[in-house]
Structure formats: structure tokens, C-alpha cells
């Protein structure tokens, strides 16, 4: 079945560690995007990408770092710089390298810092 | 500055007892209004999109509306099923992907 897969699903990371959270797709879709999510808040952009090889920065890309190498594959990488990261995270793609605004997600990464 | 608002923050239905959520928007060169539906723990699911003001989208006992300021869920009677949180989210600038959420309706029906 196609979608897309986020690992692992829930993380916890002491202050002052870098995590990677995962993403991979095989809807064979070119455009890939990281939301981040909190209690009570909507969905915020953190990065997107719509080729391979290249990304831009959202709304709040501050102590994230991205990467992709692959069309299948867009990894997230927590800093350490990021002040609070304990949240759920959200990958999604999109068909087209603009997207269409029918987002598929994963099934969410919940990072915890203890 | 672009921004949009949903409401009410919670909402509590009896089953068959049909209501609206509420989604308003300002943006400049609005490209399309989408809404979402979210199960606890899960990621959100693609329900509907709208491009322009008069348009409606339905699905099940889910109708989905449109003016130049607001967009209405519209749920006839719901079922325990429904419950869940329904997040509005509208695209403007050049790409479709980049969203703007609110923070999303929590409905519950209960039977």
C-alpha cells in the first residue's frame, strides 16, 4: 500500500541532543513537507521541499535541519539549538513540486525532551 | 497579515443532532480553503477543498462551504464516528503545500 512512513513514533531525547526523525514515501509524489504540531495549536511549517536536492525554510525552521537527497526520503533533524522541542511532528507530501493542498500524512513522530 | 480562526475550540453533540464549525480566514489571494479531519495520535486526513466563494463539497453526512470571509462544516446528523478534531487550512503564495492550520474543532458525539 502506498503512503508515507515516519519512525520511530515516539522518541525521547535528553536536553542538549541532536535526533532524526524519519520520513519516506512511496507515493512517488515530489513535493515534502514537516509540520510541527502543539496542544491546542495549529499546524506549524517548519520545512518543505519540492525537489529533490533543494528545501526551504517555514514558519519556524529555527534548530531544524532537513536533507533531501532522495524523492522518497526527507529526514528532520532536532537540533540542540531548538528550545522547545517536545512536540508532535508531522511529515506530509504532495503531489506536483507546488503541491495541491491535499496534504498525505504520516502517522506523526511524538518527540518528548526530558 | 494572513491568518485563520476556527470555532468553537470544543464541541459536544448528541448523536443525530446536526451542526456547523466555523472557519474564518483573511489572506490576501486565497488559492484554495482545505479542510482536515484528525484522530487522537494520528496524523490529520484530507476531507475537502474549496477554490471560491459559493462552492460546496460533500461527503457522508459532511458538507463542506465557502463565502469571501468564512468556510462552514456543515454535519447532518452525526454518528460517535465522527468525533474527532476538524482542522480548516487555506494556501496562499505559490505553493499549494504551504498551509496555514488553525487550531482545529474538537468534536464529540456521543450516542
Known amino acids: 500500500d502506498g503512503g508515507i512512513t515516519q519512525s520511530p513514533k515516539y522518541l525521547f531525547r535528553k536536553e542538549g541532543q541532536n535526533v532524526t526523525l524519519s520520513c519516506e514515501q512511496n507515493?512517488?509524489?515530489?513535493?515534502m513537507y514537516w509540520y510541527r504540531q502543539d496542544p491546542g495549536q495549529g499546524l506549524r511549517l517548519i520545512y518543505y521541499?519540492?525537489?529533490?536536492?533543494?528545501?526551504q525554510k517555514g514558519d519556524i525552521a529555527e534548530g531544524y535541519s532537513v536533507s533531501r537527497e532522495k524523492k522518497e526520503s526527507f529526514p528532520l533533524t532536532v537540533t540542540s539549538a531548538q528550545k522547545n522541542p517536545t512536540a508532535f511532528y508531522l511529515c506530509?507530501?504532495?503531489?506536483?513540486?507546488?503541491?495541491?493542498?491535499?496534504?498525505?500524512f504520516g502517522e506523526g513522530s511524538r518527540l518528548t525532551v526530558l | 497579515e494572513d491568518q485563520v480562526t476556527q470555532s468553537p475550540e470544543a464541541l459536544r453533540l448528541q448523536e443525530g443532532e446536526s451542526s456547523s464549525l466555523n472557519c474564518s480566514y483573511t489572506v490576501s489571494g486565497l488559492r484554495g480553503l482545505f479542510w482536515y479531519r484528525q484522530d487522537p495520535g494520528k496524523g490529520p486526513e484530507f476531507l475537502f477543498t474549496?477554490?471560491?466563494a459559493g462552492e460546496e463539497k460533500e461527503k457522508e453526512r459532511l458538507k463542506a462551504t465557502l463565502t469571501k470571509k468564512e468556510s462552514f462544516l456543515h454535519i447532518t446528523a452525526p454518528k460517535p464516528e465522527d468525533s474527532a478534531t476538524y482542522l480548516c487550512a487555506f494556501a496562499g503564495g505559490t505553493s499549494y503545500g504551504k498551509l496555514t492550520f488553525g487550531q482545529g474543532t474538537i468534536l464529540t458525539v456521543h450516542p
Open positions: 474549496l477554490y471560491s
Open positions: 506530509a507530501s504532495s503531489p506536483g513540486a507546488r503541491g495541491t493542498g491535499e496534504l498525505f
Open positions: 521541499s519540492q525537489i529533490v536536492n533543494d528545501f
Open positions: 507515493l512517488n509524489h515530489d513535493a
